[in-house]
């Protein structure tokens, strides 16, 4: 991970050494934090940012659901994202705008704790590796599963979440796999440690249904839309887990992952054991979109230095 030059705090930029919190800071201790995930693509009309407004909405639905009212509009927060990339003079990066309950009483209660804003960019590449993208990653189904319904929210991008995920990794990383795949407590698939998952079995496109304890993912949404665009059927709909073991092809999505296919799941060729023509279609689609060279007729763009 390479450091960038700033910051944004809690509505000033700050030099990126100087960004530290207590560490009697509430969110470190129980896990108060929400936060997205957001890219930056160098693309042919300029650097463009994909979907800031809807990752912005998702934070403050986030935050909502842990009743933490963060003290700028959504409007101000998105030109925030926007000056701390101009300010690191970045043409393409990955955005990590988080918003935590800080310095105050200690106990599980928050209320009484400021809540604290901050946006951090830097230079990211492939998150399951470069080679991933066209090679596709190997992944099993983990042991672990997602947290049943009103229990934790699944749709808040909450830091206390990640640590069912960070189990998950680990696992996965340990057992010689790029990624696991995580069933809902109901035995159904519900998605990895940090993507939504697609399948598809005879050209129909499959993903799992927000009830499904997934965190509603803004690319999954993305290429939901392309693939319907593109005269595909999708459903979202309860996938059993041996249905990934005889699909035609599967991939993850995300910020991160983008759109990243799989070759074999619990050591199980997926289809021809490498990226399918419909996951190449939907891909190659999808980078169209966020490199630039297809009109952005959705207005899922928006560019950081345009005046």
Known sequence: ????????KNGSLINWEDAN???MTHALHYGTSVFEGIR??????????????????????????YRMDIPFTRE??????????RAN?????YVRPIVFRGFGPMGVNPLGNSVESY??????GKYLGDEAIEQGVDVCTSSWNRAAPNTIPAMAKAGGNYLS??????????????EGIVLDTNGYV???????IFVIKDSVVWTSPISGSILPGITRECVMKIAREKGYEVREQFIPREFLYIADEAFLTGTAAELTPLRSIDRIQIGAGKRGSITADLQSAFFDFVEGRVEDKWGWMTNVYAS
């Open 40 to 65: 930056c693509y160098k693309t042919s009309r300029g650097s463009e940012v994909f979907h800031l407004q809807r990752h912005v909405d998702r934070l403050y639905n986030s935050a909502k659901i």
């Open 76 to 85: 101000e927060f998105c030109t925030a994202v926007l000056d701390t990339i």
């Open 89 to 93: 003079e970045l043409e393409h990066c």
């Open 165 to 178: 995920s960070i189990l998950v990794k680990m696992e996965a990383l340990t057992n010689g796999y790029s």
């Open 21 to 23: 919190i207590h560490v």
């Open 190 to 196: 519900s998605e990895g440690s940090g993507e939504n």
């Open 119 to 124: 946006i951090a960019v830097w230079e990211w």
């Open 1 to 8: 991970m390479g450091k960038a030059k700033k910051i944004w």
